[in-house]
């Protein structure tokens, strides 16, 4: 497709290597520049957040928070839950 308005990825980092999870991002990152809408479902939640315009958490099925996503990067809740760190 050439340029869509809107691309929804699920998950691009799977089972991916460190090195390639962090080209994914950047390119990630570079599409949402170009102003291309992206919706990203992503359990890598430190890497997802720090690119982020908006983020919302799901727990088992139901949404737990939402806000942009340095506001839920710095959450001590979700630094607790998913990033490992319950510190700053």
């Known amino acids: ?5 809107i ?13 390639v999870i962090r080209d994914i991002f950047r390119i990630i990152q570079t599409l949402h ?3 291309i809408t992206i919706l990203l479902v992503e359990q890598n939640a430190n890497a ?8 919302f958490v799901l727990e088992t099925g139901f949404l737990g928070m ?9 959450d001590p809740g979700i630094k607790a839950a998913y990033l490992g760190s319950a510190k700053g």
């Open 48 to 55: 997802a957040l720090k690119i982020a315009d908006f983020a």
């Open 7 to 19: 691309l929804m990825m699920d998950e691009p980092s799977l089972g991916l290597a460190p090195l």
């Open 66 to 74: 939402q806000g942009t996503g340095a506001e839920l990067l710095n």
């Open 33 to 35: 520049e170009e102003g």
């Open 1 to 5: 497709m050439m340029r869509p308005e």
